[in-house]
């Protein structure tokens, strides 16, 4: 009898949601190398075949150990022709032509750079790199129109390409919650997104709102966003109402993957408070202009009714392919899963929940948590 691989090989299931993803995995080369296509899949837009990428690279992140031969791949799921190929020259020569030349080709540098923009989305970005524009630097003095969200895309740019650490998310936590209990009292906040999955780093700080008594909720974010701005605190915000009514949702409107929250996209003004720990510059030359004591970080507050609670903070825990896989699964049980809610189909009714895992009881799949979400 075999043992090893293919004894998960036989158990491992196709949708994300069905197996454990582990932060740190086993088999990042290859990932890396899937991802990157997935990504210029995503530059190209042919979705399907960035999904297909992202499946493949998530069935090998769950694997217990490295992948050494192509044997120890089969009967995976996800995992197509031409992944395998792509797999088969990096086990044997050490790297993919196809992925080589992907990454070092003007289109995915330029369009990594253009969307890489806060604001700035493929097709955006597609239209610009046919207009000449390669960096975002090429905006500055060009004629391209730039909405509010992409001028200060632009001006945060290299703020914003750094990663955000978790020490600084925790920052962020205690402002949003001074702010947050200084305009309602017993609010409640919460860490989600890639740091509650138990990521060091993250491109933004994730958190959901919500007040035990259900309303009193209503209307919170503009007063946040007040305090907020009122102490310097806020490079930039747009805050949207929430527009979701369950009477008025299904069948009507299937849920999307957007969901319809009070929420609020920002680029917090994050102080360093190391700031005043550094030395003094010695010259002239490298002045307070280079080294600025803040660092603009993004921001996602969203809002979320108490009986939506454990809907909000499963949707907004990711990963996205978890998410993505979640729903999937949910409309072939005859359900639809949203960040709103989950509805039975077939016995038109609505299946509420108060924690995650009674969605997954819902769903019929054993609980997941948080930290073996990174698919
Ligand atoms: P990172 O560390 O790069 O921020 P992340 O997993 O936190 O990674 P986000 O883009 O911040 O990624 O998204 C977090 C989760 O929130 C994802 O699962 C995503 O599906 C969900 N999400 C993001 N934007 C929206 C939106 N507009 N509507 C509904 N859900 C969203
Ligand atoms: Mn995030
Ligand atoms: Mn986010």
């Given at each position: 009898a075999k043992s090893g691989p293919s004894a998960v090989t036989n158990t491992m299931g196709a949708y994300a949601c069905q197996r454990?993803?582990?932060?740190?995995?086993?088999?990042?080369?290859?990932t890396d190398a899937l991802l990157l296509l997935a990504e210029n899949a995503d530059f190209c837009t042919n979705e399907g075949r960035s999904v297909a990428f992202k499946r493949a690279a998530s069935v090998l992140k769950a694997l217990p150990g490295p992948v050494r031969r192509m044997e120890e791949l089969q009967g995976l799921p996800c995992l197509g022709e031409h992944c395998q190929r792509v797999i088969k020259e990096?086990?044997?020569?050490?790297?993919?032509?196809?992925?080589?030349?992907?990454?070092?080709?003007?289109?995915?540098?330029?369009?990594?750079?253009?969307?890489?923009?806060?604001?700035?989305?493929?097709?955006?970005?597609?239209?610009?790199?046919?207009?000449g524009i390669r960096h975002p630097a090429d905006l500055v003095s060009s004629e391209h129109k730039l909405n509010r969200a992409?001028?200060?895309?632009?001006?945060?740019y290299e703020h914003l390409r750094v990663p955000v650490t978790k020490a600084e998310a925790d920052r962020i936590g205690e402002i949003v919650k001074r702010a947050v209990d200084?305009?309602?009292?017993?609010?409640?906040?919460?860490?989600?997104?890639?740091?509650?999955?138990?990521?060091?780093?993250?491109?933004?700080?994730?958190?959901?709102?919500?007040?035990?008594?259900?309303?009193?909720?209503?209307?919170?974010?503009?007063?946040?966003?007040?305090?907020?701005?009122?102490?310097?605190?806020?490079?930039?915000?747009?805050?949207?109402?929430?527009?979701?009514?369950?009477?008025?949702?299904?069948?009507?409107?299937?849920?999307?993957?957007?969901?319809?929250?009070?929420?609020?996209?920002?680029?917090?003004?994050?102080?360093?408070?190391?700031?005043?720990?550094?030395?003094?510059?010695q010259s002239g030359e490298r002045g307070a202009a280079e080294t600025p004591g803040w660092k603009a970080v993004r921001v996602d507050l969203v809002v979320t009714p108490v009986s939506q609670f454990a809907f909000a903070l499963?949707?907004?825990?990711?990963?996205?392919?978890?998410?993505?896989?979640?729903?999937?699964?949910?409309?072939q049980k005859g359900m639809s899963l949203s960040s709103h809610a989950l509805y039975d189909c077939e016995q038109k009714r609505y299946l509420r929940a108060t924690s995650e895992e009674e969605i997954f009881a819902h769903l019929g799949l054993e609980y997941i948590p948080p930290g073996e979400r990174n698919a």
């Open positions: 454990k993803t582990p932060l740190e995995h086993h088999n990042a080369v290859l990096i086990l044997e020569h050490g790297a993919s032509s196809e992925v080589e030349m992907t990454r070092h080709s003007e289109h995915y540098q330029a369009m990594k750079a253009l969307t890489g923009i806060f604001g700035v989305g493929v097709k955006t970005a597609e239209q610009w790199h046919r207009a992409q001028r200060a895309g632009v001006e945060y200084a305009v309602l009292l017993g609010a409640e906040i919460t860490l989600t997104g890639g740091f509650r999955r138990g990521k060091q780093t993250g491109h933004d700080v994730d958190f959901l709102i919500t007040h035990p008594d259900e309303g009193r909720e209503e209307g919170l974010l503009p007063k946040v966003v007040s305090w907020l701005e009122a102490r310097d605190l806020l490079l930039y915000q747009k805050t949207n109402k929430n527009s979701y009514l369950e009477a008025k949702e299904w069948p009507a409107r299937p849920p999307s993957n957007m969901d319809r929250f009070e929420r609020c996209f920002s680029i917090f003004k994050l102080q360093r408070p190391w700031a005043a720990l550094e030395e003094p510059p499963l949707g907004w825990t990711g990963s996205q392919l978890f998410e993505r896989d979640l729903r999937r699964w949910a409309g």
